[in-house]
């Protein structure tokens, strides 16, 4: 069967559009064909085909009936003022290709030679032997073939259309084509982290496009907006999972899928959501260079998006090393919890919030599989009273943390539906893989009826323990997930390298079947091999840090261009002394921090912490700090269970780091 995008027609199609669609899809698989999106557009044809990828059809349907075409041939005589002639019928559709290819090339440029490509209109509803009546009387006015399929036999319209081929498409028609046809498939070399360092500056680069399996997920099922009449209040909203590799281009599906939605119905709402800053401006970033952000879509973060909602709050936010110090502090009050880290009871105060357990009864009876550490005895209930004297002390001080705020935000759009909620016709979540289950039903309050639910995640980068399946999440995915198998950002070396690292870690008989680690058939079928990552040992993590100054001064001076470096720091702490060195050797303005808003044009690198690193990319990596990880895993005060959740998941922050490179990664180490 015919590789067709999207997979049928968007919207409801004309009888004659859908009777050609079923022939359509009776081509065999090395057809494939692209659907033009622009239903009521009168400037793009219905179909682009093409075939054993080289031979190209541009298809117009007409919507001609077998009466009118013999009316035409024949002429009426009591409407002799008003009848068809045989050279009216097909002038439009043939018309609407020659202006395509026309405009098409005056836009793209013209190529040498003569465009090797066939135009077709077809009249699905009309008998082959009429439209050749109608072809002999036109004598040839038209560069377009005729072809008629009514009662045409499936297999017939494949050999009709290999005969009528024209001559095979050199690859930069090809490309040309596909520019003209499907500009919203279009991926901007700035996109592509793995392009070779020493091509970046070259012009007449071939342009690169989605591949089958993204722009499949990209264009399918993007009728946002129902019959309205037939959506009930309580019809579920439909739900679509992309995950895959690292690299595989699961944010720019999502991404594409968003500015292709919104464009297509400005009647809708629709919203991007994200978990971090970093990821939020980098989406900006690539919205920018595609195209102007669509009123009628808007980006931003889960939190952000809770602020707009709530309002503003009195309260002093607590950070990570303010919750930490509380903890500590309040935990030696609970003797069973003594032998408990404080970074696991951190933890699990969030855990609690995340999963709204907030209520003595529903504590103790909850389900803690996949938390690794169990509570044994009366630790669970000293651990709720924990949790309560955490609160507590958070109110005497006047203070919050985020996962309160995430618990007001629930409680007004589920609980009190005090929101004007619902409200978005559709939602996009970008590494879904860090939201909680309260955050999915904030997201699913937010949703009209029948609205469509859009996330990507990769569960192999999920290091915020929320390890929870997407059933127990209140989410069904099942039967609706692609999976992205091509991995695009990284060399064969450095994915290798991810993958040894993260098979290294694993504990015999650990069990993570729902990742997305490259096995050996994705490593061949990279086509770059490239260098090996540089691991560079010095003595300690300020040494690190000089040496991380010193190869990022060295890539400037060699001529590398602004916005190709990333430099990650595995420890919060270091993150501003790194940032200062760097200014102080590459001048203030070169130096830009991810969290604080989109990349300056002329910024020649980028500096975030590793758990802020999810999503970005750059074709050069320095990651700094990963010892100091490693090291915080041997704490004699870990249990077992703690010390196993800590270096999974510092396993797979690390191997989210290492994968952010496209072309070369860096490694500085300091530990033994």
Known sequence: MAKIIPAKPRGRPNKAFAAFFKVLKSLPDDFTAWLSLENKSRDRPHVFLVWKERHAFMIQVAETTQQLAESALQGDFFKQDESLGPEDLGRMESDLLENFV???????????????????????????????????????????????????????????????????????????????????????????????????????????????????????????????????????????????????????????????????????????????????????????????????????????????????????????????????????SFPSLENLSTAFLTDEIGWIKDHRLLARERYQNA???????????????????????????????????????????????????????????????????????????????????????????????????RRQSWIAAGIDVRGRTTRLSYAYRNTRAILRFAREFYESRQEDGENETDLNVPDDDLLASISEEGESPAVIRVPSPQEEIARAVNEASALRDAGLQPGKLLILHANSSLESALRSSLERKLGTNQVHDAKSGPVPADAFCTLTTLNAATGLEAPIVILLGMDQLLESEQDLRLSEGDRADLRRDHTRMLYMGFTRAGQRLVLLRSGR
């Open 102 to 332: 026309a405009r098409s090339i005056s836009l793209l440029g013209p190529l040498t030679g003569e465009l090797p490509l066939k135009r077709l209109v077809v009249f699905p509803n009309v008998r082959e032997g009429t439209v050749d009546e109608v072809v002999m009387l036109r004598s040839g006015e038209t560069h377009a073939s005729y072809l008629g399929l009514h009662q045409i036999q499936l297999a017939h319209f494949a050999r009709r259309l290999e005969a009528l081929a024209a001559a095979a498409l050199p690859e930069p028609g090809l490309h040309h084509l596909r520019r003209a046809f499907t500009p919203e498939s279009e991926v901007p070399d700035s996109f592509v982290a793995r392009t070779p360092l020493d091509r970046n500056t070259a012009h007449g680069l071939p342009p690169c496009f989605l591949d089958f399996d993204q722009e499949w997920c990209v264009k399918n099922d993007l009728d946002l907006l129902p019959d309205h009449e037939a959506i009930m209040a309580e019809t579920p909203a439909t739900v679509r999972l992309v995950t895959g590799v690292a690299g595989s281009g699961k944010s720019l599906v999502l991404l594409y899928r968003a500015l292709l939605s919104a464009k297509l119905h400005p009647e809708a709402r629709v919203l991007v959501l994200t978990h971090n800053k970093p990821l939020r401006y980098e989406l900006e970033r690539r919205t920018k260079r595609l195209a102007d952000l669509p009123r009628n879509l808007s980006c931003t973060t889960f939190f952000q998006w809770a602020a707009k909602n709530l309002g503003k709050w009195e309260e002093r936010m607590w950070w990570p090393a303010d919750i930490e110090r509380a903890v500590s502090r309040l935990k030696e």
């Open 367 to 465: 389900d803690r599989a996949g938390r690794g550490t169990s509570l044994r005895g009366g630790q669970r209930e000293e651990m709720w009273d924990l949790f309560l004297a955490y609160q507590h002390d958070q109110k005497e001080k006047r203070a919050t943390d985020w996962h309160n705020i995430a618990l007001r935000f629930h409680e007004a759009a589920v609980m009190e539906k005090s929101l004007p909620f619902p409200c978005f016709d559709a939602i996009f979540v970008d590494e879904a893989q860090f939201f909680a289950k309260s955050w999915f039903e904030i997201v699913g309050a937010a949703l009209k009826p029948g609205g469509h639910l859009f996330l990507a995640a990769d569960p192999t980068q999920g290091f915020l323990r």
